[in-house]
């Protein structure tokens, strides 16, 4: 199992998070994906034998939203920036 984050253009409202994670969640070889609206970005467990990082970018642009590139420091950012979104959305953070 492999986890990626996908960074994507400012989603504009929370039903836009849900539909984006509706889709990645069926998309074959997908475990789990979680889309943050506040961050505009999804974290994806998936199966790299049965799909990629294209692939779960392509269901996101099929629903007519911009996938960004992440360079690979930019990606540990996000996911340092995803573990501190998770922390304050369960209340694990001081605010």
Avoid: H, W
Wanted: proline share 1%; aromatic share 6%.
């Amino acid at each position: 199992m492999k986890n990626t984050i996908l960074k994507m253009e400012t989603l504009t409202c929370p039903t836009c998070a849900l539909k984006i994670e509706k889709a990645l969640g069926k998309t074959q070889g997908v475990k789990s994906a979680t889309v943050r609206f506040n961050s505009s970005s999804a974290e994806v467990r998936f199966d790299e034998t049965i799909t990629d990082i294209q692939k779960l970018k392509e269901t996101v642009q099929k629903l007519g939203y911009e996938v960004l590139e992440l360079k690979k420091t930019s990606d540990l950012f996000a996911r340092f920036i995803m573990l501190l979104i998770y922390e304050c959305d369960r209340g694990l953070c001081d605010r």
